[in-house]
C-alpha cells in the first residue's frame, strides 16, 4: 500500500496544506485524523514566525510523532527567481531538498505560469532540489517539467480555493495515459471527498489539498473523509472500476433483458 | 455513526446486493471487506436452490457472524400483484418483514413502474411490511410511497447495471431537500467509489449497490473501496463541505488575491 | 421542413409561451421574430381578460395574420377534475381541440403529477381532444400517457423558468430511442440557444418555451436566436452529426497521428 | 452584425476548414451553406497541388465570389522554425498576410506547444504577419500571445477532429472574463452545432471547425446548421441570456409559488 516519492517511501496518498486552519490545535487534530504523512508549509509565513501564533510549531509537532515529511512551498512568487530564491531559503530552514514549486502567473486565479515553472523548476533541479512542480493540466508543459528533471507532477484540478472539483477530466485522463509511470499528484481544486476519490480512480497518484479541510464546517472530520476518500479511490482504481454501459440505446433486441441480476 | 431503518440500528450505510459474483467464496469475502450489515437477495434465484451451489448458504452465514440483515427483493417482478405474491412468499421463506419492492416497467432499463410500484407497496404496508421501494427520482411518486406508508425510499441514480453513476443530481438534491427527516438510500447506477460518495455528500442516508462490485476486477478490494467511500461521503456531509467559488469572473478588482494560504 | 402535429401541417419547430413578456407590443415582435406558429396561452389569464391590457389582441392578432395555431394551456391546475374542466372552457372560448395539459404537482418546482397527468389525458382523449401532456421525462409515464391516446409528448428538460437547460440527457435520449415515431417536444427548462439546439440534436421533435425569451435582456432578438437555434439543431440531426473521438486514450500507436487535416 | 479581424470587417463568425470533404464539388457547396468568408487552407496540401484534385479550386472560386478572407495555415509543423518558414511560403503563395499558426505538440492530440507557438508568433508579428494562433485554453499562455503582438486568439475547444465540444467551459469563460476586447475565437474540438451556439453564448466572437462539417453524413447541410447556430449563439449573446434558477433548494416558503405564468 505503500508509494514512493523521490525515494521516500509513503504510507499514505494524502498530502495536506497546512494554511488557513482556525487554530494551531484544530490544524494538528486535522492532520492527526488525516493520516497524511506529507505537510505543506508556506516559508513566507514560517519567516513571518513571530506572528505565528504556534502553527509552524504544530506542523513540527506531528511530523516529529508521525514521521512524516514537510514540503514547503513557494506559494506567493511571480517569477521564477524569486521561487528559487525562496526555495533555497526553505531549504536552509526546514533541512529539505523538497521543495512544492509554486510560481503565480495570475493574481486571481492564482494558475501557474508554465514558463517561469519550468525554467524555475530546471534551475532547481540542477541545484539539488526534489521538485514538485504545482502546474497546469497541459500535457506538453507537463512533458517541458519531466524533461528538466522533476520526475513527481502536480497538475491543478480547479483554481486554488474553488472546490470545484475536476474540471476537466479529459485533461488529466490524457497526463495519466501518456505519462504512465510518472507520479501524478492532483494539487488544487478539489473540494469534496468524492473529488478526491475520482481524481484516484482515474488513475492518480496521490491528492494535495488544502482549502477544502481548512474551510470545511469541521476541518477535523474532513481530514478524516478526505483520507479516507483517498484511500477508497485508490482502492477502487487497483479493483477495477466496472465498465460503463449506456442502456439509452437498445443495443440488443427489445424483449431480451440486458441482463439478469436476480 | 448508527442510524436507523424500521427500527433496526445498523452500523454502516452500505446495503450490498449478492447477485453476478464470481463464486460463493468471493462473494463471503466481498461481504465482509464491504462491512455491510444489510444484503439483498432475490427470491427467485433462492426458489431455485437447488442449483445455486452454494451461495445463499454464503449469506446465511455471513449474516449471522456479523448480525445483519437479509432484505429479500423483488426482482423481475412486472405488475403489482406479482410482487405481492412474491414478497409474501419472501416473508414465509426469510422470515422478515422486510421487502425491497421491485417493479419492473422497461425490459431493457429495468426501470421502476411508479404506478405498479406504488400499488404494491400500499398492499404490502396493509399486509404488514416494512417497504423498501426502488423507485425512479420523481419528488411526486416519492411522495406517493410515503402516503401509503413507506418510510424509506431509493431512488436510482442510474439504470440498473449501468455503472453511469448519478445521472439526475438535481433530481436527487430536490428529493433530499424537500424530504427532510425521510430516509433515502440511492440503489442502482453506481459504478464508482466517487459515486457512491456522491451521493452522500448530497446528504443520502445511505447506498445500495450490486454490480459494482460483483462486476469489478477484483470485487473483494472493490467491496472495501465502496466501504470506505460511503463512510468518506457521510463524514463529509457531517462536516459540511466548503462552498464553491467560481473564480472565472473576477468579482473583486484585479490585483488583490482571493485569499491568501500561504 | 414541415411536421405534423395532430395533422396540422407546420413550418417551424418552435412552440412559443406568451407569459410575462414587458408589454404587448413587445410579446407581438417576439412571436414574429420567433417564427413560431404554435402559441400557448393560460386561460386564467385569459378569463381574467379585464386586466389583460391587450396580451390576448397581440397574440390573437399575431396568429391570424400567421395562420398559427392556438394551443391553449392548463397551468395552475392541481388535479386531473380541474384541468378537464378548465380545458373543456378553453374549447368553448378558443374554438380549438388542441389543449398543452398541466396538471402541477409540486407547488415549488411545479413539476408535472403523472397520476392526475395520465388520468386528465385519459378523458380529454375521450372527450374528443388534441392533447399535448407536459410531462416528466419517465418512459414508463410516457407510454402510459401514448396508452391513453396522447399523439405527443412534451418532457420537461428542467423546471419551468429554471433555465437549466437539459437536466437529464440520458433520460430525453432514452425516450427518442424507446419511442420511435412519436413527436417528441421539450417543454420547460431551456434557458439559452444552445440548449434548445441540444435538444433538437438528439432527435426530438421541437422546442417549447416561455421564460428564455420573456425573461431576456431583449425578448424580440431572443426570439429571433432561438428560432435559429432550433432550425440549426433539427438541421444538424438530419446531416448527421460526427462521431466522438475519445482522444485521452492512445488506441492507435503513439507516433502515429490519428488522422490528418492539412 | 459585422466584426473585424485584423482591420478586415466580416460578415459571418464562422470560419471553416477546407480539409477532408468528399469532393471538390461538396466542399464548393458546403462553404456556401455556411454563409462563412474566411476559409483556413493548409499549405503543405497546396503544395502537392498536382494531386489536389481540383479541392485548392474550389477554395479560390468561393473566395472570389463571396469577396472572402484565406487563412492559410500550418497545420503539421512541429517547431517554431518550421512554421515561420512555411508561413513565409503561404505568404508568397496566397499573398495574404493572414497566417493561421499551429505548432503541434503532441502527435496524438495535436495539441498546441505553447513554447514553440509564442516563439514562432513573435517572430511572425516581426515579419509583417497578421497572426492567429492556434493556442490552448490557458490564460498565461494567451496572455504571452497577446505580449508578442497577436491581436486575435484561438484558443481550443477540445482536441482537432474529437468533437467533443468545449471541454472546459470555466477556462473558456475565464479567458472571456480577462481578456476583454481580445477577438476570441474557438478553434477545434467543435462536434455539433449546440456546441458552437454555447462558445458564442460565452461571448466568443467567433467559432472555427473543419471535421465537424466535413466528417457530417451530409457536409452542405451541416455547414448550414453550423452557420444558423453560430448566429444564434451571437445573437442569444447580445440577448441577454437569462439567469438560471437552482430550484432543488427551496429558498422561498414552500406554499408560495416560485413565480407564475399563466
Redesign the interface.
Known amino acids: 500500500m505503500t508509494w514512493t516519492l523521490y525515494g521516500r517511501s509513503l504510507a499514505s496518498r494524502f498530502l495536506l496544506?497546512t494554511?488557513?486552519y482556525p487554530s494551531p490545535d484544530v490544524l494538528r487534530q486535522a492532520i492527526h485524523a488525516s493520516g497524511a504523512r506529507v505537510l505543506t508549509v508556506?516559508?513566507?509565513?514560517t519567516l513571518a514566525a513571530a506572528g505565528d501564533n504556534g502553527f509552524v510549531a504544530a506542523i513540527r509537532d506531528t511530523l516529529r510523532q508521525s514521521g512524516g515529511q514537510l514540503l514547503p512551498?513557494t506559494?506567493?512568487c511571480r517569477t521564477a527567481q524569486e521561487a528559487v530564491t525562496l526555495a533555497h531559503m526553505a531549504r536552509e530552514l526546514y533541512d529539505t531538498t523538497w521543495i512544492k514549486l509554486e510560481v503565480v502567473?495570475?493574481?486571481?486565479?492564482?494558475?501557474?505560469?508554465?514558463?517561469e515553472l519550468v525554467s524555475a523548476a530546471e534551475q532547481l533541479v540542477k541545484d539539488g532540489f526534489d521538485v514538485f512542480p504545482y502546474c497546469?493540466d497541459?500535457?506538453?508543459?507537463c512533458r517541458?517539467l519531466l524533461d528538466v528533471g522533476c520526475q513527481v507532477l502536480m497538475p491543478w484540478g480547479?483554481?486554488?480555493?474553488?472546490?470545484?472539483g475536476l474540471?476537466?477530466p479529459?485533461?488529466l485522463?490524457?497526463l495519466r495515459?501518456?505519462l504512465p509511470g510518472v507520479p501524478l499528484i492532483v494539487d488544487a481544486g478539489i473540494?469534496?471527498?468524492?473529488?478526491a476519490?475520482?481524481a484516484m480512480?482515474l488513475g492518480f497518484d496521490g491528492v494535495l489539498l488544502?482549502?477544502?479541510v481548512?474551510?470545511?464546517?469541521?476541518?477535523?472530520?474532513?481530514a478524516?473523509?478526505?483520507?479516507?476518500?483517498i484511500?477508497?479511490?485508490r482502492?477502487?482504481f487497483?479493483?477495477?472500476?466496472?465498465?460503463?454501459?449506456?442502456?439509452?440505446?437498445?443495443s440488443?433486441p427489445?424483449?431480451?433483458?440486458?441482463?439478469?441480476?436476480?
Open positions: 496544506g494554511a488557513g508556506g516559508l513566507k509565513r512551498n506559494a506567493g502567473g495570475d493574481e486571481y486565479t492564482l494558475q501557474p505560469d508554465p514558463w497546469t497541459d500535457l506538453v508543459t517541458r480547479a483554481p486554488i480555493g474553488s472546490g470545484q474540471l476537466n479529459f485533461a485522463r490524457t495515459e501518456r473540494g469534496a471527498p468524492s473529488h476519490a475520482q480512480e488544502n482549502s477544502a481548512a474551510q470545511a464546517g469541521d476541518p477535523v472530520r474532513m478524516a473523509a478526505f483520507g479516507q476518500a484511500a477508497a479511490g482502492l477502487g487497483e479493483a477495477g472500476v466496472m465498465a460503463r454501459q449506456d442502456m439509452a440505446v437498445a440488443t427489445v424483449g431480451g433483458r440486458p441482463f439478469l441480476i436476480s
